[in-house]
């Protein structure tokens, strides 16, 4: 069954922990791509007479999706409390996310990075201090041309004066 792409935003913007638009911007979307974003999911957008519309399915199987994801960062974050540490690629977390690179990990806040006030920062897996970085290696092309490739390029080394733990890069 079909529902107004209104109510469709609406019963989104409900859902805890859900980033949403203004209404305009999903209409524009269903005008300009004939889809919309609810979270992850990509959902047909379709007009009828003078009104956008989604399949009522398509907008539960995306409600179903971000509650799932909301349980899994809730799920991260509560291993991450007790020293638990999965080695995926981006772990996220609430309020932010890790990685793990060997001994050490990399944790990052949202809201500061959006802030520009910190990219975060590498703790040791061992003790959970702040550690230490060394940079000697060269830029690469991209950051002594243009702007930050954001991987990081000049790290050499991370070490922990804590418990003596060191990675080189």
């Known amino acids: 069954m079909r529902i107004p792409l209104s109510d469709a935003v609406d019963r989104f913007k409900r859902e805890p922990g859900t980033a949403t638009n203004?209404?305009?911007?999903?209409r524009r979307s269903a005008s300009s791509c004939g889809t919309v974003w609810f979270g992850d999911d990509r959902i047909a957008a379709v007009k009828h007479g003078q009104r956008w519309t989604v399949d009522e399915a398509d907008?539960?199987?995306?409600?179903?999706?971000?509650?799932?994801?909301?349980a899994?960062?809730?799920?991260?974050?509560?291993?991450y409390d007790s020293r638990i540490l999965h080695p995926d690629n981006t772990v996220p977390i609430v309020g932010g996310g890790y990685w793990v690179k060997g001994d050490f990990h990399f944790l990052w806040d949202d809201m500061a990075r959006a802030l520009q006030r910190s990219n975060g920062c590498w703790l040791c897996n061992t003790c959970w201090t702040s550690a230490a970085t060394e940079r000697n290696r060269e830029e690469c092309h991209r950051c002594q041309?243009?702007?930050?490739c954001g991987k990081d390029c000049t790290l050499s080394r991370i070490y922990c004066s804590t418990c003596e733990t060191s990675e080189t890069m």
């Open 145 to 148: 041309d243009w702007s930050s």
């Open 22 to 26: 203004a209404y305009g911007w999903y």
């Open 59 to 70: 907008l539960e199987g995306a409600l179903i999706n971000h509650r799932e994801q909301l």
């Open 72 to 79: 899994h960062v809730d799920r991260m974050t509560a291993d």
